[in-house]
């Protein structure tokens, strides 16, 4: 039996007791009325799908974020790895495990990422958007570096957030040069630095820092009002001018594209038409490399719940 093996260095037949993070779960039934949780478990080095039968509790949908301690066989299905657990509990106080190596971190260089944004944020042009791009930095800096970007879609890691607005700010430079005629190159870079801070209220944390839920002003408003409201009052604070805060509330307020996406409003200026698609390529590929590492080139992955379709792996 193996014990304190990485996820990412699981074999076919490998029998392993491991601690492991819950990353999602639910109790269902078989057609024969037998109960069984289906999972998701994960550490630092990625996650896999878990099955474990004829379990009626009491790990559950309510132990999503916590560490639990899992006793199973590794087998194949449909082309990937699955964890088969033959016993799961909660990880106790007198248990001795490293939580370092099980939570998932971007990989990325944080104080480095940071530095960018900063420089990025100085070469602003109009001064009102780059003082409240630093005003906001000062005030949400720290989350902003270290919380996930989603729950579980995309950048669902520690430093998620900040390495999927640095990237997006790298294309959105890119897009402002290439665009320069019609684009406003300040406002652009200004909405896609600020789109998600309100996230940090938006999500619930577990105590290692990643997102387990939403909280009540999350489920009721979302991070797209939240956002827009914050942009808002510290406009007015800094006595910026009422059209660049209201172009800047519509960027955060239409950077889901669409209202069955989650959007307030559809875009409609350049900046925000950009942000959006911007939004749209980060998370994608991102979504792409997490589910491409769980598969061998030449294979499909199964149909994946974000991108309606399955995706496949090529030399």
Known sequence: MLRNVKIADLNVGDVIECYFILKEATSKTTANGRPYLSAQVSDRSGYITMMVWDYPGPVGEANVGQVVKVRGEVIEYRGTHQLT???IRLAQENDVYDKSMLVPTAPID??????????????????????????????????????????SVHHSFLNGLLMHTSNMLKIAELMAEIYSDVVDRS??????????????????????????????????????????????KVAAELGIPEEKSILLQ????????????????????????????IDLIDSRMEIYTEALAEIQPGMFTNRIFALDKKIYRHE
Do not use: W
């Open 110 to 151: 944080p104080e480095q990422r940071m530095e960018e944004i900063q420089k990025l944020v100085q070469s602003l042009e109009d001064a009102d958007y780059r003082s409240l791009c630093e005003t906001m930095l000062r005030r949400h800096g720290e989350a902003f570096r270290n919380i996930p970007a989603a729950k």
């Open 85 to 87: 657990g033959h016993r």
């Open 250 to 277: 519509h960027m955060l307020l239409s950077h889901h594209g669409e209202p069955e996406f989650g959007a307030a409003v559809v875009p409609m200026c350049a900046e925000a038409e950009l942000l959006s698609k």
């Open 187 to 232: 406002l652009l870079l200004a909405g896609t630095l600020l789109h998600d801070f309100a996230k940090e209220e938006e999500f619930v944390f577990s105590e290692l820092g990643l997102s387990t839920g939403y909280t009540v002003k999350g489920q009721l408003l979302g991070h797209l009002v939240m956002g827009a409201q914050e942009v808002a």
